[in-house]
């Protein structure tokens, strides 16, 4: 854990300081204890060598694909509005949909978060599995739906294929997408959930940056993040466009959920999430090569 993190650290240093900056100091074993005793876990192993090299993070850009590395302070608070929920019987005959190897509650208290994406849903630590599961796999849980997915073994799985993915890829453009925006009939825009520094930093390292000049919005210009509407909002305003002619595009249930109470019409870019996950959140329709955006555009 401690070389993937300075490997991390090291990338973040180069491509994204503010994420870097973003990260709190190691928990201290008090705080960890503390917390174990307010959830009554035992918090598994790697989770807990994580948290003593960095106890989550504070402001800054959501680290994990749209979704906030939550401190101890934090686990604890998101952990007791969900437990809070269940004492008052909110959840009473509700059931989720979930994949093998997760039980079919609607939430667990056994079930601890450890990301946010400031809408309700989470990565969580399953400490209670169903039989066919794994003590601490990581699951999702998804406030308005009942999916649960089953996305890694445990938490070091989670977090290596993540900052591996990251240190591999280092940033490479989603193929198609160069020829996508050349080909475009429609002025366009970026809103994102990132900052401006983030954007500028991403968009940068894959040589996109010069098409989105002064077209690019960001979520901390707004109340909210998504799945609130606002930051889709703000791009709409700015561009003096009404937000019934405009088309999202986006690969989040979190992002469509959003462009849909904004108003605007949403296709699902669906390489990355299963396109059943995107309608069911609200797209319109889903397609999963960016090269076809502008003939769809047409058809």
């Known amino acids: 854990m401690d070389e993937l993190w300075r490997q991390f650290e090291a990338w973040l240093a180069e491509h994204w300081p503010d994420g870097l900056a973003s990260l709190n100091p190691p928990a201290s074993d008090a705080q960890i204890a503390e917390l174990e005793r307010q959830l009554g876990v035992t918090l598994p192993a790697d989770y807990v060598a994580c948290l003593k090299i960095h106890d989550g993070q504070s402001g800054g850009d959501f680290l994990f694909d749209g979704m906030a590395f939550l401190s101890c302070e934090e686990v604890y608070r998101q952990w007791r509005v969900w437990k809070e929920l269940l004492d008052d019987g909110v959840f009473a005959g509700e059931a ?13 208290p056994r079930w601890i978060p450890f990301t946010h994406n400031g809408g309700g849903d989470h990565l969580c630590l399953d400490l209670d599995p169903a039989e066919s599961g794994t003590l601490g796999q990581v699951i999702t849980m998804w406030h308005e739906t ?56 991403t968009l940068g390292l894959t040589g996109l940056l010069p098409r989105f000049a002064g077209r690019m919005f960001s979520a901390q210009e707004v109340a909210a993040p998504k799945p609130a509407p606002d930051v889709f909002l703000h791009a709409a305003r700015s561009l003096d466009v009404d937000p019934a002619r ?33 309608i069911e959140a609200g797209a319109a329709s889903a397609f999963a090569q960016m090269a076809d955006l502008p003939l769809l555009l047409q058809a």
């Not at 190897?101 to 667990?108: P, S």
């Not at 020829?179 to 900052?195: D, I, K, R, T």
């Open 96 to 108: 989720s949909e979930p994949e093998a190897g997760i039980k079919n509650d609607w939430w667990n």
């Open 146 to 201: 009942g999916d649960r997915e089953r996305v890694a073994a445990g938490f070091e799985a989670e977090y290596r294929r993540r900052c591996q993915a990251a240190l591999e890829a280092e940033l490479k453009v989603v193929a198609g997408v160069p020829q996508m925006l050349e080909a475009l009939p429609l002025p366009y825009c970026v809103a994102s959930n990132g900052s401006h520094d983030k954007m500028r930093a």
């Open 246 to 278: 405009c088309l999202v595009v986006e690969d989040t249930p979190t992002g469509v959920r959003a462009g849909v109470a904004a108003g605007m019409t949403v296709w699902a870019y669906s390489a990355l999430t299963p396109a059943s996950r995107l």
